[in-house]
């Protein structure tokens, strides 16, 4: 549904490049002019907007479709039927036009340009110290509208929980039921694990010089949440895309079936 997207990441990685440059040259220790996370964020109307679209949409689709299959409509109210199952097809059009373009132009781009910086702090101390009160403000700053979270918190339960918290008891046992399984949220889920784990092998030793507790504790106790999460991210990959199983290493091996240029 997507057009051109690999055109979305072109150049992404000499874009920022540029920009850090830009940000190393002009940066002044006062960092009194610059534009503070909070005031960053804003609500993704459009978005939001495209959403509430989609929505009714879906609603007045389901009302069409029960008229439909209705039994003694008379003349007139089966055309105003179909009038009204032609508007819908072309709102559709509309919303898929719209989703398209919010998804090239600001939330491919925005991930790309993230995933950059991030790389590029990690690979260069110099861009790390430039950014890194930025990109703290960035992931911790408190949700306003959920109380009690972060920014970051929200990303990753979005991403890896296909319900909220606290919600679950509530969900009805067919709408549970076909939520129990696993698709990409397992995959990303092993990815965050293994990051996890990666990054306490390098902080245990330091909190723990000298003692063999990390080793026979700690990385044997986050061994099984591993194996865990490779498990349920292994039927995650044979019930999508074949061509994804992972390698030896718990990674998608093969050709993905889209691939960013950056």
């Given at each position: 549904m997507l057009h051109s997207k690999s055109s979305t990441y072109e150049s992404v990685g000499l874009r920022v490049g540029l920009r850090l440059y830009s940000y190393v040259?002009?940066?002044?220790?006062?960092?009194?002019?610059e534009t503070r996370a909070e005031g960053s964020y804003v609500r993704p109307?459009?978005?939001?907007?495209?959403?509430?679209?989609?929505?009714?949409?879906?609603?007045?689709s389901d009302e069409v479709s029960k008229k439909i299959n209705a039994e003694g409509m008379t003349k007139k109210?089966?055309?105003?039927?179909?009038?009204?199952?032609?508007?819908?097809?072309?709102?559709?059009?509309?919303?898929?036009?719209?989703?398209?373009?919010i998804l090239n132009g600001t939330i491919f781009p925005a991930m790309a340009s993230l995933t950059v910086l991030l790389e590029q702090?990690?690979?260069?101390?110099?861009?790390?110290?430039?950014?890194?009160d930025d990109v703290k403000e960035l992931f911790l700053l408190v949700s306003s509208n959920k109380p009690g979270s972060t920014i970051f918190q929200r990303f990753v339960e979005a991403c890896v929980c296909k319900m909220e918290r606290g919600k679950q008891h509530k969900?009805?046992?067919?709408?549970?039921?076909?939520?129990?399984?696993?698709?990409?949220?397992?995959?990303?889920?092993?990815?965050?694990?293994?990051?996890?784990?990666?990054?306490?092998?390098?902080?245990?030793?330091?909190?723990?010089?000298?003692?063999?507790?990390?080793?026979?504790?700690?990385?044997?106790?986050?061994?099984?949440?591993?194996?865990?999460?490779?498990?349920?991210?292994?039927?995650?990959?044979?019930?999508?895309?074949?061509?994804?199983?992972?390698?030896?290493?718990?990674?998608?091996?093969?050709k993905h079936s889209r691939q960013a240029s950056f």
């Open positions: 040259e002009t940066t002044t220790n006062t960092r009194k002019s109307t459009r978005l939001l907007n495209l959403i509430d679209r989609f929505l009714q949409y879906k609603k007045d109210q089966s055309q105003d039927v179909e009038e009204r199952k032609n508007k819908l097809l072309h709102e559709k059009d509309n919303i898929d036009a719209e989703k398209t373009k702090m990690r690979e260069h101390p110099n861009i790390r110290e430039v950014f890194e969900v009805p046992a067919a709408a549970a039921a076909l939520a129990l399984p696993p698709d990409f949220r397992a995959i990303l889920g092993e990815y965050m694990q293994r990051a996890v784990f990666e990054m306490m092998k390098e902080m245990v030793p330091l909190k723990f010089e000298g003692s063999h507790f990390p080793e026979d504790v700690i990385i044997n106790d986050m061994g099984r949440s591993i194996a865990w999460s490779k498990f349920f991210a292994a039927e995650a990959y044979r019930n999508l895309e074949p061509n994804l199983k992972p390698d030896k290493n718990g990674m998608p091996r093969g």
